[in-house]
T-cell receptor, first 112, second 113 residues
Framework: AAGVIQSPRHLIKEKRETATLKCYPI?????VYWYQQGPGQDPQFLIS???????DKGSIPDRFSAQQFSDYHSELNMSSLELGDSALYFC???????????FGPGTRLTVL | DAKTTQPTSMDCAEGRAANLPCNHS???????VYWYRQIHSQGPQYIIH???NNETNEMASLIITEDRKSSTLILPHATLRDTAVYYC??????????????FGGGTRVLVKP
């Protein structure tokens, strides 16, 4: 069965650079969620989209922005990267109101 | 979302049942209990959820007390691949907005041979 696809899987950036993370949800899933997991921490919700509209927002820095496109894939744009942005970034998808969120394998971002 | 409390860690023997408790004493009537797990550095994985009845699927069973203040996730025959952090999350089941998962204070389960 198709799963959530995230790209790239690994990304290394310098401080103050920008990064774009991509997420391709499971076919027919209309809701996408982004989570950030710092080293040794639990995943933290950043933002979610339903039918291309932002549906909820968590502790996402102003330097980050995200959107969901007409094909339902989503991109997380991160600017002015800081060392503290080094983390695993997970994308999850679900059907509207679905009980189960399906998580992708994550993108490991390292900021040097 | 109601606060949940879980043991920090627990060990269990391979092949034995693993019983993972969760306390959610402030849960409201329309909040479900969800369980997810995260195997090291992988994306979290849904296990099971329930409102007030006990539930079972191919992965686990969920036992919810009658007063709904606590629950237990049961892995019937733990394997080494069940070693993971297990999260108990109480939240309402809503349409798209508000379906975020709040992870915190999970139980680190180590299955030993």
């Amino acid at each position: 069965a198709a799963g959530v696809i995230q790209s790239p899987r690994h990304l290394i950036k310098e401080k103050r650079e920008t990064a774009t993370l991509k997420c391709y949800p499971i076919p027919r899933h209309d809701t996408v969620y982004w989570y950030q997991q710092g080293p040794g921490q639990d995943p933290q919700f950043l933002i979610s989209f339903y039918e291309k509209m932002q549906s909820d927002k968590g502790s996402i820095p102003d330097r980050f922005s995200a959107q969901q496109f007409s094909d339902y894939h989503s991109e997380l744009n991160m600017s002015s990267l800081e060392l503290g942005d080094s983390a695993l970034y997970f994308c999850a998808s679900s059907l509207e109101g679905g009980n189960e969120q399906f998580f992708g394998p994550g993108t490991r971002l390292t900021v040097l | 979302d109601a606060k949940t409390t879980q043991p920090t860690s627990m060990d269990c023997a391979e092949g034995r049942a693993a019983n993972l408790p969760c306390n959610h004493s402030t849960i409201s009537g329309n909040e479900y209990v969800y369980w997810y797990r995260q195997i090291h550095s992988q994306g979290p994985q849904y296990i099971i959820h329930g409102l007030k009845n006990n539930e079972t699927n191919e992965m686990a069973s969920l036992i919810i007390t009658e007063d709904r203040k606590s629950s237990t996730l049961i892995l019937p025959h733990a394997t080494l691949r069940d070693t993971a952090v297990y999260y108990c999350i109480a939240r309402r089941r809503l349409k798209a907005a508000g379906n975020k998962l709040t992870f915190g204070g999970g139980t680190r389960v180590l299955v030993k041979p």
